[in-house]
């Protein structure tokens, strides 16, 4: 058991090193496909702790993820804020959205859950879409300047190797803090809520607050990928708000495997690289999607990524009686 | 008092609209206990119907009020054979899912089909006036589709508590290990009454496709309004899809009228209210 731990670690480590020297050999095309795939991994591993962990089916957590993109395009914009606090001010913002809309969402549970999330999440859309003065209404907020990062450092981030190497310390150190707290005995008491609410309620544990820190600690981290998305693409727009995009952290976390921590950020690799390589040649992308998910659903549950660490665990299992 | 007639109007216009796509999802939610995010793709499979039928084909409209329903529901008969039979007894996401991967599928053969363009069908020449009422002008067409909306709500509900199949869904939506003990053919029940959801659904996008702009759009669009009209009326329940629906027409025809800044805002906002004080909806859950 030691051994496979050890191994996945080794593997983790030196894909993380391969990672950060992709600008090195690959060319800039790729450098933007693997940007993406890190952000919209913390996006879609911000969500699972809701969905996958706690056993809430959220669709509202793209209006988390489209605040936080809000939010630095217009510091950026007003200010000239540097990345680092516009970051930063994301994750309070989103949190700070996430404790009002979760307070009234994590009453309910199941479909009436789901359904709510998708209320307030139309609601923080639509604002969005009216309230031109502010945010320019459907065209979104475009033309902020991305330069600095902060912290003193002298990055150009305008350089997409330079964006790209940033996104990915940003993302690893935020999917070391998520993979903490999902160790972590409160990680546990998600778990075990997702498995059976009513017997943790019976040891005492306030289901409906633990609910509500789990749904507030998710948008912070979907905040997050909202903000490094927003000068990743340079715009900040309504569509990012929409629950069609909210089902988006869904089938990544699907595809890769919900019950797992690395699973949404593989779900999010095969994602973005399918979506890249289907588009080349077809521009029926979202009908295989649709095939795909409904494929997934039916017949691998556990996801791509859930179904192989079942497979090498059951293996490692039965040496170990073996032995 | 003549903006009033007029908002009244057209929230009753909206409303049957909307209880026609409504009153599916809930039968389907009733009976099978899934939440069908597919039922908006339904409905604009209706619509596509009715344009191909009439536009492409040149026959009269009546004829594609009856053949795009009945297409409708035969497909829908085959996708709940195939997709949806699999999972009833998984958690209510997992349904919620594979009607989501339905919707992506549905979404993209229609683009396929028949590109993203807006596509126009003429209403028959009977219906094409207008007529007065109370000072104002209104459509011999939105005439029309109270009367679909009254002879749907009414046979249905005829069809529920007289006939014998009705009474076959209902016993199923309600007990369906005993429904299976005396007799009943679980399954094909859940067939049929997808396919009757989904035809109702469909002739809703019949009905609205003479006076809604048929695009690729249209579906999610509506997915979202009926979504809110059954948490309203609440989830499951027959009546409720029908007072759901009047409330949500109300909120439109009088918030476009009224408070045109607030108007989009509004129904989510009613949608939250009903939620947090009683969600079990308006009329509560009812074996359909």
């Known amino acids: 058991m030691n051994s496979w731990k050890l191994l996945a670690g080794a593997v983790l480590a030196a894909l993380l090193v391969a990672l950060w020297f992709l600008p090195s050999w690959s060319p800039y095309f790729y450098i933007f496909v693997a940007t993406e795939i890190l952000i919209l991994g913390l996006f879609a591993a911000g969500f699972n702790l809701v969905f996958g962990y706690t056993g809430m089916l959220s669709l509202g957590h793209a209006a988390f993820f489209g605040f936080g993109a809000y939010v630095v395009a217009m510091l950026a914009l007003h200010l000239e804020a540097p990345l680092l606090p516009a970051l930063a001010a994301a994750v309070i913002g989103s949190g700070l959205l996430a404790l009002v809309i979760g307070f009234f969402c994590v009453r309910l549970t199941e479909v009436y859950f789901t359904m709510l999330t998708l209320a307030f999440g139309m609601m923080v859309f639509s604002i969005a879409q009216q309230w031109r003065s502010v945010t320019n209404g459907s065209d979104g907020i475009t033309g902020f300047p991305v330069s600095e990062l902060g912290l003193g450092l002298g990055l150009t981030l305008g350089n997409p190797a330079v964006f790209y190497q940033v996104t990915l310390s940003v993302v690893v150190l935020a999917a070391a803090v998520l993979y903490i707290i999902t160790l972590s005995p409160f990680g546990l008491v998600l778990k075990a809520m997702a498995e059976n609410p009513e017997r943790v309620a019976f040891t005492g544990i306030p289901v409906r607050r633990y609910r509500l820190y789990s749904f507030v600690l998710s948008g912070m981290f979907c905040g997050l990928a909202g903000g490094l998305f927003a000068p990743f693409t340079r715009v900040a727009s309504p569509e990012m708000l929409h629950w069609s995009q909210s089902a988006e952290p869904v089938l990544m976390a699907i595809l890769g495997g919900s019950a797992t921590f690395l699973g949404p950020f593989i779900g999010s690799a095969i994602f973005v690289l399918l979506e890249t390589w289907i588009t080349s040649f077809t521009e029926r992308w979202m009908l295989f999607l649709g095939i795909v998910l409904a494929l997934m659903v039916i017949f691998l549950r556990r996801g791509l990524f859930g179904t192989a660490v079942d497979f090498v665990l059951a293996r490692a299992r039965r040496r170990d009686h073996a032995a | ?288």
């Open chain 2, 1 to 288: 008092m003549e903006s009033v007639v007029a908002a009244l109007w057209n929230s009753l216009e909206l409303g049957v609209l909307l209880f026609l796509i409504a009153v599916g999802l809930n039968i389907i939610f009733g009976v099978l206990n899934i939440i069908n995010f597919a039922h908006g793709a339904l409905y604009m499979l209706g619509a596509y119907a009715a344009f191909t039928l009439t536009g492409l084909l040149g026959l009269p409209f009546w004829i594609a009020l009856i053949a795009g329903p009945l297409l409708v529901a035969v497909l829908a008969a085959v996708v709940e054979r195939v997709m949806l039979h699999n999972i009833y007894d998984r958690p209510i996401t997992d349904t919620l899912l594979l009607t989501f991967a339905l919707l992506l599928i549905i979404d993209e053969a229609v683009k396929w089909v028949w590109g993203t363009g807006i596509h126009i069908v003429e209403p028959p020449e009977i219906l094409a006036g207008t007529f007065s009422l109370l000072g104002t002008q209104q459509s011999v067409y939105s005439l029309f589709v109270l009367a679909v909306g009254i002879v749907v709500g009414g046979g249905l509900w005829l069809f529920f508590t007289r006939t014998l199949a009705g009474k076959v869904m209902r016993a199923a939506a309600s007990d369906r290990k005993m429904s299976r003990l005396v007799g009943i053919n679980v399954p094909l029940v859940f067939t049929a009454v997808f396919a009757l959801g989904a035809g109702i659904a469909a002739l809703g996008g019949v009905i609205a496709a003479p006076i809604r702009a048929i695009s690729p759009g249209m579906g999610s669009n509506i997915i979202v309004e009926s979504f809110i009209v059954v948490v309203i009326g609440g989830l499951g329940s027959f009546p409720g899809a029908f007072l759901g629906a009047i409330v949500l027409g109300a909120i439109h025809g009088f918030g476009s009228r009224f408070l045109p800044e607030l108007n989009i805002v509004l129904p989510f906002i009613g949608m939250a209210v009903v939620l947090l004080l009683k969600p079990q909806g308006l009329m509560g859950r009812s074996a359909i």
